[in-house]
């Protein structure tokens, strides 16, 4: 950094940074982002710095350690932002940058005064840390008082960022006695207990869950889970994906993780029930990968690290697009932060009463979307069945 701004430095490596707003981007930069804002926050008892990126149309986020925020600003300061005001425990410090790129600073007596920076635990998660829940003291989350461990955390944020998608989507099951949920590929079920949690012990809802999993260990330990909390309504079944049959009427399908073509399975079962809501994280989605060819993208598809991301994004844009296609609403949202999975991309689907106009629109788009890189998806099942 700059000599002249040292004191910015010492500033933020002892710790003394309140808030700081970087602005008036020099004319003759290549515009990107319009602002940053960057505070102190405390994250499981690490100090970093939390920086937004202010755009025309959108925001975005990331956390810094002291010494990558110092070289953060190194980068931007002088050559794209020409002011940057920094609020400290001892002053008010502005930053000005003239054409030449020579800097100054200019001290006022304090404005702002530090508060709270704990960052974890001032959400209001649904369930909240602190406070006792028997499936996660059992599953060995939180201890018996109700503080969730340290290392479980993410687990913890994981759990609650589902259930807001759960809550959010609560009101399309309102006229059900029983909600009918199947959960495919369950694992160690997590998400399930969490899922039986919420909606029986919080809302009081009747249930009748069923996670499905391939591994008969993971079956015993969970059905073993459920009859020791007495989470009477929830079942686990050894089974596949695509072999899965029943009579009964399927309100919400959960598949979560789901390996490659699995996912597409799920979705395909999904319809077939016309289940009303629809959660699917999908995972490595490799079907695509060797198929996917368009000459005026070979810049994209020559490198694999490029073409796996881009083969991922096709493929859950046809698997969103299959179900525009039958009926659904569909929205693609993010599950957890990037820094924890690369996996993130939740598909929330709505059984909808569409027009025959908008499923025709969609019909086009999904084929034109399949014309363009000449693939062949095993979601097109999908659409044969209707």
Known sequence: MNENLKSIEDMIRNGDLIFAVLSNIRKGAQKTYNKLDIKPVLIKGSQLYHVTYQYEKKVLHDNFEATELIDLLDEVMGNYFKQGVFYA???????????????????????????????????????????????????????????????????????????????????????????????????KAYLTFALYYYLVKLQNRNVEIIGLDLKEDVIRFCNDTASALGYDGLTFELGDIKDYETEKTVDMVVSLHACDTATDEALIKSVGWDAKIIFAVPCCQHELFKQLENPAMNPLLRYGVIKDKLATLVTDSLRASALECVGYDVQMLEFIDMEHTPKNVLIRAYKADKTEEAIMRAQKEYQLLKATFKAKPSIDRLLMMK
Do not use: A, W
């Not at 955390?153 to 989507?169: C, W």
């Open 89 to 187: 425990t001892d002053g008010d410090y502005q930053l000005l940058f003239n054409k030449k790129m020579e800097g100054k600073i200019i001290t006022k007596p304090p404005s702002r005064f530090k508060v709270e920076q704990e960052h974890n635990r001032k959400k209001n998660y649904i369930i909240p840390d602190g406070e006792p829940c028997d499936f996660m003291t059992h599953l060995g989350l939180m201890d018996s008082d109700g503080r969730v461990f340290k290392k479980k955390y993410d687990k913890f944020r994981q759990l609650n960022k589902y259930l807001e998608f759960v809550s959010d989507s609560l009101g399309r099951l309102e006229d059900l006695d029983v909600i009918r949920i199947i959960d495919f590929g369950c694992g």
